[in-house]
């Protein structure tokens, strides 16, 4: 499995953007995709999921009602829409494909990973 992460960038405080996660290879061996964040200096930590069938979808309690993740089943993508950004999420944004059984909260559940795309709020 491939997975390319793209769209961060530079938002002012209350903007928003949209990241995506292309998928590609063996995609039938994928349980969910995930995103998770890394800040600097901070560990790395669970955004929010969607099982491959778009079915099901997890989130941090810190997302609350601002992000929003999506698929695309067509082009085996995955959307993070995020709203109301704050500066406190400054990270580095991964998308992963869960390929284990397990939480999919837990990073250890995931056997692939995107190169990462950096989002900076400026407040």
């Known amino acids: 499995v491939q997975l390319q992460a793209s769209g961060g960038g530079l938002v002012q405080a209350g903007g928003s953007l949209r990241l995506s996660c292309a998928a590609s290879g063996r995609t039938f061996d994928i349980y969910a995709i995930g995103w998770f964040r890394q800040a600097p200096g901070k560990e790395r930590e669970f955004v929010m999921s969607?099982?491959?069938?778009?079915?099901?979808?997890v989130y941090a309690d810190f997302v609350k009602s601002r992000f929003t993740i999506s698929k695309d089943n067509a082009k085996n993508t995955v959307y993070l829409q995020m709203n109301s950004l704050k500066p406190e999420d400054t990270a580095v944004y991964y998308c992963?494909?869960?390929?284990?059984?397990?939480?999919?909260?837990?990073?250890?559940?995931?056997?692939?990973w995107g190169q990462g795309t950096l989002v900076t709020v400026s407040s």
């Open positions: 992963a494909a869960q390929t284990y059984t397990g939480s999919p909260l837990l990073s250890e559940s995931y056997g692939y």
């Open positions: 969607i099982s491959w069938n778009g079915g099901t979808t």
